[in-house]
Protein backbone atom coordinates (compact mmCIF):
# COMPACT_ATOMS: atom_id res chain seq x y z
CA UNK A 1 0.00 0.00 0.00
CA UNK A 2 0.95 3.48 -1.37
CA UNK A 3 1.11 6.39 0.92
CA UNK A 4 0.68 9.46 -0.23
CA UNK A 5 3.95 11.92 -0.24
CA UNK A 6 4.01 14.52 2.34
CA UNK A 7 4.42 18.21 1.46
CA UNK A 8 7.05 19.84 1.69
CA UNK A 9 7.36 22.55 4.82
CA UNK A 10 7.71 25.80 5.02
CA UNK A 11 11.20 27.13 6.34
CA UNK A 12 11.14 31.01 7.36
CA UNK A 13 14.62 31.59 9.13
CA UNK A 14 13.40 34.62 11.52
CA UNK A 15 16.01 36.06 13.97
CA UNK A 16 12.82 36.11 16.48
CA UNK A 17 9.94 38.38 17.26
CA UNK A 18 7.43 38.37 19.89
CA UNK A 19 3.53 38.75 17.96
CA UNK A 20 4.08 38.26 14.20
CA UNK A 21 0.83 37.94 12.28
CA UNK A 22 1.91 35.56 9.41
CA UNK A 23 -0.39 33.98 6.84
CA UNK A 24 1.80 31.84 4.04
CA UNK A 25 0.03 29.78 1.84
CA UNK A 26 1.58 27.08 -0.96
CA UNK A 27 -0.45 27.88 -3.54
CA UNK A 28 -1.21 25.08 -6.20
CA UNK A 29 0.46 24.71 -9.26
CA UNK A 30 -2.22 27.83 -10.37
CA UNK A 31 -0.41 30.00 -7.67
CA UNK A 32 -3.77 30.98 -6.96
CA UNK A 33 -4.41 31.38 -2.93
CA UNK A 34 -6.88 28.45 -1.77
CA UNK A 35 -9.87 29.35 -0.23
CA UNK A 36 -9.86 28.40 2.87
CA UNK A 37 -12.71 28.68 5.15
CA UNK A 38 -10.91 29.20 9.22
CA UNK A 39 -8.73 31.86 7.74
CA UNK A 40 -12.08 34.09 6.80
CA UNK A 41 -13.52 33.59 10.33
CA UNK A 42 -10.86 35.14 11.81
CA UNK A 43 -10.80 39.06 11.94
CA UNK A 44 -8.49 40.99 10.12
CA UNK A 45 -5.33 43.98 10.79
CA UNK A 46 -4.36 42.46 14.38
CA UNK A 47 -1.50 44.44 13.53
CA UNK A 48 -2.79 47.81 13.30
CA UNK A 49 -1.54 50.35 15.66
CA UNK A 50 -0.04 47.67 17.78
CA UNK A 51 2.32 49.74 19.74
CA UNK A 52 -0.47 51.17 21.51
CA UNK A 53 -2.63 48.42 21.25
CA UNK A 54 0.00 46.18 22.77
CA UNK A 55 2.80 48.06 24.40
CA UNK A 56 4.44 44.68 25.37
CA UNK A 57 4.92 43.08 21.91
CA UNK A 58 8.15 43.76 20.07
CA UNK A 59 7.23 43.63 16.70
CA UNK A 60 3.82 42.92 14.75
CA UNK A 61 3.25 42.62 10.93
CA UNK A 62 0.18 41.39 9.42
CA UNK A 63 1.65 42.41 5.67
CA UNK A 64 -1.14 45.08 5.34
CA UNK A 65 1.75 48.13 4.68
CA UNK A 66 2.40 48.49 0.81
CA UNK A 67 5.47 49.78 1.96
CA UNK A 68 8.91 47.93 1.10
CA UNK A 69 9.27 44.83 2.93
CA UNK A 70 13.10 46.08 4.10
CA UNK A 71 12.84 49.45 5.90
CA UNK A 72 12.44 51.29 9.28
CA UNK A 73 10.76 49.45 12.04
CA UNK A 74 10.24 46.71 9.55
CA UNK A 75 12.73 43.29 8.39
CA UNK A 76 16.20 44.01 7.86
CA UNK A 77 16.18 41.59 4.96
CA UNK A 78 14.05 39.76 2.39
CA UNK A 79 15.16 37.50 -0.24
CA UNK A 80 11.53 36.69 -2.48
CA UNK A 81 13.25 33.56 -4.48
CA UNK A 82 11.91 35.35 -7.83
CA UNK A 83 8.63 36.18 -6.47
CA UNK A 84 8.08 32.54 -5.00
CA UNK A 85 8.14 34.09 -1.51
CA UNK A 86 6.60 37.41 -1.65
CA UNK A 87 3.23 39.83 -0.14
CA UNK A 88 -0.16 38.70 -1.96
CA UNK A 89 -3.78 39.67 -1.71
CA UNK A 90 -5.71 37.11 -0.46
CA UNK A 91 -3.64 34.97 1.30
CA UNK A 92 -3.91 36.66 5.15
CA UNK A 93 -6.46 36.39 7.50
CA UNK A 94 -10.08 36.61 6.40
CA UNK A 95 -8.93 37.23 2.93
CA UNK A 96 -6.11 39.84 3.57
CA UNK A 97 -2.62 39.85 2.68
CA UNK A 98 -0.07 37.88 3.46
CA UNK A 99 3.23 36.01 2.64
CA UNK A 100 2.93 33.32 0.32
CA UNK A 101 6.07 30.68 -0.26
CA UNK A 102 6.40 28.50 -3.41
CA UNK A 103 8.07 25.33 -3.34
CA UNK A 104 9.14 24.12 -6.60
CA UNK A 105 10.40 20.23 -6.70
CA UNK A 106 14.33 19.69 -5.61
CA UNK A 107 14.57 23.38 -4.04
CA UNK A 108 16.58 23.88 -0.24
CA UNK A 109 15.10 26.88 0.11
CA UNK A 110 11.83 29.28 -1.02
CA UNK A 111 12.98 32.40 0.13
CA UNK A 112 13.56 34.48 3.20
CA UNK A 113 12.39 37.45 5.54
CA UNK A 114 14.81 38.46 8.71
CA UNK A 115 13.70 40.56 11.39
CA UNK A 116 16.32 42.12 14.16
CA UNK A 117 15.19 44.28 17.47
CA UNK A 118 16.89 45.31 20.67
CA UNK A 119 20.57 46.37 20.96
CA UNK A 120 22.54 45.22 18.31
CA UNK A 121 25.97 46.35 17.39
CA UNK A 122 25.12 45.26 13.49
CA UNK A 123 24.11 48.28 11.49
CA UNK A 124 22.96 46.27 8.62
CA UNK A 125 20.22 44.35 10.71
CA UNK A 126 19.09 47.39 13.17
CA UNK A 127 16.19 48.73 11.64
CA UNK A 128 14.81 51.18 14.79
CA UNK A 129 12.58 47.94 16.72
CA UNK A 130 12.99 49.02 20.31
CA UNK A 131 17.24 49.48 19.67
CA UNK A 132 18.05 50.86 23.58
CA UNK A 133 16.68 47.24 24.62
CA UNK A 134 17.81 43.81 26.29
CA UNK A 135 15.79 40.88 25.80
CA UNK A 136 16.45 37.95 27.65
CA UNK A 137 13.15 35.88 26.74
CA UNK A 138 11.28 36.07 23.24
CA UNK A 139 7.93 34.05 22.76
CA UNK A 140 6.82 34.75 19.20
CA UNK A 141 3.65 33.54 16.65
CA UNK A 142 3.17 33.07 13.47
CA UNK A 143 -0.61 31.97 11.78
CA UNK A 144 1.00 29.61 8.81
CA UNK A 145 -1.76 28.07 6.56
CA UNK A 146 -0.48 25.09 4.29
CA UNK A 147 -2.48 24.01 1.29
CA UNK A 148 -5.26 21.81 1.01
CA UNK A 149 -4.12 18.36 1.15
Known sequence: MMSAPKPKPIAIPIAAALALAFALAQPAPSLAVPAHPAVR????????????????????????????????RRWFEHDGDGGDFAV???????????L??????????????KVAFGRNPNRYMQ?????????????YRMDLLHQPG
Not at 127 to 139: L, M, N, Q, S
Open 88 to 98: IDGAGRAGSRG
Open 41 to 72: AQPPAECTDWPSEHPEWIFCDDFESTAPLVGP
Open 100 to 113: RGVWQAGEVGAGSI
Open 127 to 139: KGIRPDEDFRDVY
